[in-house]
C-alpha cells in the first residue's frame, strides 16, 4: 500500500469515478431540469432513466466520443473512445458524440475539405446541412466507414 496523508480520502478502484459520474447525474435534464427543457421531455427523460440497466446508464450519463478521424477507412476497427471533455477536440477532428439514445457528429473548423466531401458530398464543412438526421449513402471509404461505426452502435 502507498503511504498517503491523515487527510486524503483512499477510495477502491472500482469507486475512483463515482464523483465524475455523480456530477453528469446531477447535470443531466432528466434531474436536473430547467427552463430549456420542456416538462413532456423532462417526464420522458426519467422514465428513461428509471428503465436503464448499468451499462446503458453509464453511457448516457458519460456519453462515448469516437475519434473518427484519426481511423484507417479500410479497416473494421473501431476507434478507442477519448474522455469527453472539450479539451479533447481537436479543430482538425471528427468524432463520433453518442450517449445511446441519440448520436451527434462534431465537425472542427480546419477539418480537411477533401474528408468533408467524402462524408457529406460538399466542399466545406460550412456546407453541412446541421439539420439533416440522417448520414448520405456516398459510395466512398469515408462514409461506408462512418456509417459502419454508427450501425455497429446501433
Same mark, same amino acid.
Request: proline residues 5%; hydrophobic residues 40%.
Given at each position: 500500500?502507498?503511504?498517503? $496523508?491523515?487527510?486524503?480520502?483512499? &477510495?477502491? =478502484?472500482?469507486?475512483?469515478?463515482?464523483?465524475?459520474?455523480?456530477?453528469?447525474?446531477?447535470?443531466?435534464?432528466?434531474?436536473?431540469?430547467?427552463? !430549456?427543457?420542456? +416538462?413532456?421531455?423532462? $417526464?420522458?427523460?426519467? #422514465?428513461?432513466?428509471? $428503465?436503464?440497466?448499468?451499462?446503458?446508464?453509464?453511457?448516457?450519463?458519460?456519453?462515448?466520443?469516437?475519434?473518427? #478521424? +484519426?481511423?484507417?477507412? !479500410?479497416?473494421?476497427?473501431?476507434? *478507442?473512445?477519448?474522455?469527453?471533455?472539450?479539451?479533447? &477536440?481537436?479543430?482538425?477532428?471528427?468524432?463520433?458524440? =453518442?450517449?445511446?439514445?441519440?448520436?451527434?457528429?462534431?465537425?472542427? #473548423?480546419?477539418?480537411?475539405?477533401? %474528408?468533408? #466531401?467524402?462524408?457529406?458530398?460538399?466542399?466545406?464543412?460550412?456546407?453541412?446541412?446541421?439539420?439533416?438526421?440522417? %448520414?448520405?449513402?456516398?459510395? +466512398?471509404?469515408?462514409?461506408?466507414?462512418?456509417?459502419?461505426?454508427?450501425? *455497429?452502435?446501433?
Amino acid at each position: 500500500a502507498n503511504p498517503s $496523508s491523515a487527510g486524503q480520502l483512499i &477510495l477502491p =478502484e472500482c469507486m475512483k469515478l463515482l464523483p465524475l459520474y455523480a456530477n453528469c447525474i446531477i447535470k443531466s435534464d432528466g434531474v436536473q431540469g430547467g427552463s !430549456e427543457i420542456s +416538462t413532456d421531455d423532462r $417526464s420522458y427523460l426519467m #422514465h428513461l432513466i428509471n $428503465s436503464m440497466d448499468v451499462h446503458t446508464s453509464n453511457v448516457f450519463f458519460y456519453p462515448r466520443l469516437l475519434p473518427f #478521424h +484519426t481511423l484507417d477507412f !479500410e479497416s473494421n476497427e473501431m476507434p *478507442t473512445a477519448v474522455r469527453c471533455s472539450l479539451e479533447r &477536440l481537436q479543430d482538425n477532428g471528427v468524432y463520433l458524440l =453518442e450517449n445511446g439514445v441519440s448520436m451527434f457528429v462534431w465537425i472542427g #473548423h480546419n477539418v480537411d475539405n477533401e %474528408l468533408i #466531401h467524402d462524408l457529406f458530398g460538399v466542399a466545406s464543412a460550412a456546407q453541412v446541412d446541421i439539420d439533416k438526421n440522417c %448520414l448520405m449513402d456516398l459510395d +466512398t471509404p469515408a462514409s461506408r466507414k462512418l456509417r459502419d461505426m454508427v450501425d *455497429t452502435i446501433r
